[in-house]
Structures are given as C-alpha cells and as structure tokens.
C-alpha cells in the first residue's frame, strides 16, 4: 500500500542555520510527491510538488527532489528564518485511489 | 480567485449532538475532500467527492458521512458526537480530474465536544 514517513519534531533551528526534513514514501504506482506547511491556527498551504522521477520542486527558498531509487523527497532550505516555525507535512498522492497519504508531520522552530 | 471556505470556523457542542460543517471549493474544483487532525493522530482521511459523488472514504464510522451538490459545496454530517470527535476538521478542493492532486485547503473548523 501507499504510505509517508517523515521525520519526528520538533526540529529546533537557530535563524540562517540548514534545513532538512527527511520523508520516505512507499508507493504502488507512480505518485505525485507533495510537501505543505501549516502555520498556527491555518490550514495547510502547499509549498512544493513533484510529479514525476528527478523532478525538483522549490519555492521560498525550500526545495525538495523526487528520489525514485530511494523513494525518498526529503525538504531542504539553505537558510532558515524565524518566519518558517511552522509544522511540516510530505505527502502523496494516488491517483488510482483518490486519495492523499499524509505523513505525521514535522514542527520546526527557529529561534532569532 | 476566492481559497476555499469553511463554516463555520468554531463550533462547540454537546456529546450526543449532531454537526454540520460547510465547504466551498476554489471556483472551477470539482473534488472535495474532508480531513480530521488531531494532535495523536495527525491528519486522517475521511472522504473525497467529485461530481456529487463519493469516490473514496477512509477508515471512519457510519456517524460520518458527507454529501456534495451541484454547485461542487460539500456538506460534513457527524451525528452522536463523541468527546474523541474534537478536531481540526480540513476541507479541501483540485480539480480532480485526473483522480486526485494537488490540493488546496481551507483554514478549517475547529470543533469542541463538550
């Protein structure tokens, strides 16, 4: 079956340090690969997507690739700020199932 | 273009009571799927409908059940609240057209079981 496992949080930062946030998927066919953040008392927003092998999404300065050969699409940032203490979800998509797979999701805190 | 809403964003009620919560998706989404969070169990999939149909449902019991209409507007039904049934509940709209993709999320109603 289909499943996302990211890494454990919180992550604690200091501003500008690296970001790395780990997921692993398991998937049947040929998933789209998704990450969200979501800010205290929001809904999700989509950071970046992937849809297919090597693809690399990026934007705010996160970027991520879609690893097929260790099916990974780990979210990494250069330089963090206090303004991305947020909480972390990966996530896939099936098209033959209709459905999204979440992982657990990852709170990371960066501290000035 | 409007994001998706939600109503209403809070809701408070009693064990044994009934709610209906509203969604109304990105103009021009057929695909509507509903998501309970809650901090020990994170995010849960509980149904997806396109075109006024339930495509998929996830793991939940029959005190949970949805509907879309025409216009693409979701309605969520819980009846005989559980105190286990406070959460974050998450609405989200695609396309849908090609199964299910990328997804935009509304901000959520926050229901309290009392």
């Known amino acids: 079956g289909n499943s996302v496992t990211q890494m454990e949080g919180p992550v604690t930062l200091s501003e500008e340090a690296f970001l790395t946030i780990n997921c692993t998927y398991t998937a049947t066919g040929y998933p789209s690969l998704f990450w969200y953040v979501q800010y205290p008392g929001e809904g999700l927003q989509l950071l970046l997507k992937a849809t297919k092998a090597d693809d690399k999404g990026s934007n705010k300065g996160f970027e991520a690739t879609y690893r097929k050969e260790t099916t990974s699409f780990h979210l990494e940032k250069g330089s963090v700020q206090v303004s991305d203490s947020a909480v972390y979800f990966c996530a896939l998509s099936d098209r033959n199932f209709n459905k999204f797979y979440f992982g657990s999701g990852t709170k990371l805190n960066v501290k000035p | 273009k409007a994001g998706v809403t939600q109503t209403p964003r809070y809701l408070i009620k009693t064990r044994g009571q009934q709610v209906t919560l509203s969604c109304s998706p990105i103009?021009?989404?057929?695909?509507v799927s509903w998501y309970q969070q809650t901090p020990g169990q994170g995010l849960q999939f509980l149904f997806e409908?396109?075109?006024?149909?339930?495509?998929n449902k996830g793991n939940f019991p029959g005190r949970f059940s949805g509907r879309q209409f025409s216009n693409s507007r979701s309605e969520m039904n819980v009846s005989t609240l559980e105190l286990g049934d406070s959460a974050l509940y998450l609405c989200?709209?695609?396309?849908?057209?090609?199964?299910?993709?990328?997804?935009?999320f509304g901000p959520g109603t926050r229901l309290t079981v009392l």
């Open positions: 409908y396109f075109s006024e149909t339930q495509r």
């Open positions: 989200a709209s695609g396309t849908g057209t090609s199964g299910i993709d990328e997804q935009f």
């Open positions: 103009s021009g989404h057929r695909s």
